[in-house]
């Protein structure tokens, strides 16, 4: 083999591996490539998502709320019962001072 057979042998080799090269490219970009239809469904997911997280901040608020009313009704109950417990001690004691000052004066 001389030396323009060599080179033109080489320049064939080389033409057919950017060949084969440019077509594999090809088919990866070609398989790997996002449709329409793929970016479409991933944004609707995506607008789905941010009203999913609106909900459950808006649910979270609502909670925070509902708890802080509940606590501060829990409060005024308890002291409610604190004052109705302290006048019923009261009440005992001033009926078991009547009963006691009516054992006296029917003892007398």
């Not at 060949?19 to 995506?46: I, K, P, Y």
């Amino acid at each position: 083999m001389n030396r323009t057979e060599f080179v033109i042998t080489t320049a064939i080799i080389l033409f057919v591996a950017f060949c084969l090269g440019w077509f594999a490219n090809w088919l990866v970009h070609r398989f790997t490539r996002v449709s329409q239809a793929d970016m479409d469904q991933l944004e609707r997911m995506s607008q789905e998502l941010h009203e999913a997280e609106e909900t459950r901040d808006q649910a979270i608020t609502y909670l925070q709320q509902r708890e802080a009313e509940l606590t501060n009704q829990l409060a005024q109950t308890e002291a409610e019962l604190s004052a109705a417990m302290e006048g019923l001690r009261d009440a005992r004691q001033e009926a078991e001072e009547m009963r006691a000052h009516m054992e006296r004066m029917n003892a007398s």
